[in-house]
């Protein structure tokens, strides 16, 4: 298997998964208060039935303001061809129905080299980004400020999703989403309850709601062309859906992500939830198991 460039790792499904954090635990639109005690949720990414990530994401809830924390790191046989790591964390409230972010942090490493992204967001919506290395650097035209203005940053627009589905049991919604570097549209379609059957990987098993996720690039990709990354398409506009499976698994929670499937020039990439703390109190008695390690 070829080392990937430190400058091509997991720019769609790090969105998806982190995001899709999977990105994660939520508290629904109608919940006047916050929520007792942080939900930590952790998954573990298969790639080409490999092990490649383990995922470990929070979520802080305070009157109306939230703080995602999500981070990931390599494990199995594609962590020790390669080291990589990230975390990410995002904070920002609620205004009526909709998430008015504040600040996103993401940094990762690969091989000893930093890249980073802070994003600060103004009472208009307007976003101010520093991003280390700077989007040049990729071969990447910069997004232009017109079009940074009234975005999400990845992490707060799965939260969004979530709270939706939490408070409607319907998917189907089109996001503005800046990471820093690209700007994208996140397009989350209803596919329908599903059963997810019992698996030695996953501490879930049930019926859940399928959503499916799509991108529509926007600005910030390649000036050059499609180039190669790390288990996505080359060609943004070719990149598969990502179908994402939500389910009621924490105590005073809406709906988390439960599972999660996409492809890659790599294989099939699936992510399986091996841990949530608080479980929902029917789930406690061992329908949700204790993690995987």
Not at 268 to 284: D, I, N, Q
């Amino acid at each position: 298997m070829p080392h990937p460039s430190p400058h091509r790792l997991p720019d769609r499904f790090g969105t998806a998964l982190l995001a899709a954090g999977l990105s994660l635990p939520l508290l629904t639109l109608a919940a006047p208060a916050a929520m007792a005690e942080p939900v930590r949720a952790t998954y573990r990414v298969f790639v080409g039935g490999v092990t490649a990530l383990d995922v470990d994401a929070t979520l802080e809830v305070t009157g109306d303001r939230y703080r995602i924390a999500v981070s990931a790191v390599t494990g199995g046989t594609i962590g020790r061809l390669f080291s990589w790591k990230t975390e990410s964390q995002s904070d920002g409230h609620r205004q009526g129905e909709d998430l008015r972010p504040a600040s996103h942090r993401q940094s990762s490493q690969f091989r000893g080299e930093p890249r980073s992204v802070t994003l600060t967001y103004g009472p208009q919506g307007d976003v101010s980004a520093t991003v280390t290395p700077p989007p040049e650097t990729d071969d990447r035209e910069p997004v232009p400020p017109a079009l940074q203005r009234g975005t999400l940053d990845p992490l707060s627009a799965v939260l969004d999703l979530l709270l939706a589905v939490g408070a409607s049991q319907h998917c189907d919604r089109s996001l503005p989403v800046f990471d820093g570097r690209r700007r994208y549209d996140m397009m989350f379609t209803e596919v329908g309850r599903r059963i997810v059957d019992p698996s030695r990987y996953s501490v879930f098993s049930g019926v859940a709601q399928q959503c499916r996720v799509s991108y529509k690039p926007v600005a910030g990709y390649g000036k050059s062309g499609p180039t190669g990354r790390f288990w996505q398409r080359s060609n943004p506009a070719d990149r598969p859906p990502v179908d994402l499976w939500l389910a009621p698994v924490a105590a005073g929670y809406p709906p988390l992500p439960v599972r999660l499937e996409t492809d890659s020039d790599f294989g099939s990439v699936v992510a399986h939830l091996t841990g949530v703390t608080p479980p929902s109190p029917e789930r406690r008695s061992g329908a949700v198991r204790p993690p995987i390690r």
